[in-house]
């Protein structure tokens, strides 16, 4: 595949990713010759095309306007928004709608940030819960939960630092989702690749975990 973006770097196990614009990175470890990258690239040719077909036909992200009637998602629910002017600045899940009370509706930069900072914070206690849950299944492993927004993953791990980032977007998906993709990254810190040893885990403690992962892409 000639449109596809090969990376060697000092790294023992290979990582094929498709990027939400279709670009395709490889990432190799420096000694894999061209006749093992072309074996890899035919064999996962089809998953490539499902891919790229999938991060087409998906609807792309509008970036809200914060105004009353517009709907916020929040753990798989839309939920309405109502802007209230108010001297107090602060947002609050009532009565089935998220109320945004701020001083002067006009002004959306203030009105965005309020909303990200409330998302960012439930975001934390969240995927905090979630990796709480797991943690005890890898043997107390130590790691540290990092949130940031991310273009074309839900969460990564490095094994030998013990970080775990996950999608700040993540916050939109429905509990079972934000679960998945905890267990998804706390596995990584015993089985850094996606091999057998990595799915039979998954299966062994999450039996229902493609069927998460289904909803987490399609949701």
Known sequence: MDDVRIVKKAI????????PDGEVVLSVP?????????RILRKRADWIARQ?????????RVEPEYVSGENIRYLGRNYRLKVIESSEERVALQRGKLHLFVQDSRHKRIKKALIESWMHAKAEHHFALALERFAPLVEG?????????????WGSCNPRTGNITLN???????????????????????YPN??????????????DWRERKRVLEEH
């Not at 420096?30 to 072309?38: K, V």
């Not at 700040?168 to 015993?190: G, M, R, S």
């Open 12 to 19: 023992k196990h290979i990582y094929l990713r498709v990027k």
């Open 30 to 38: 420096q000694h894999l010759g061209e006749g093992e990258i072309e």
């Open 52 to 60: 790229r077909e999938r991060f087409a036909s998906s609807p792309k």
């Open 141 to 153: 492993r130590p790691y540290r939960l990092r949130i940031r927004s991310m273009k074309s993953r």
């Open 168 to 190: 700040l977007q993540l916050i939109e998906k429905p509990k079972i989702c934000i679960e998945y993709v905890a267990l998804h990254e706390l596995t990584h810190l015993i």
């Open 194 to 207: 996606h091999g057998q040893g990595f799915h039979s885990f998954m299966t062994l403690h999450m039996p």
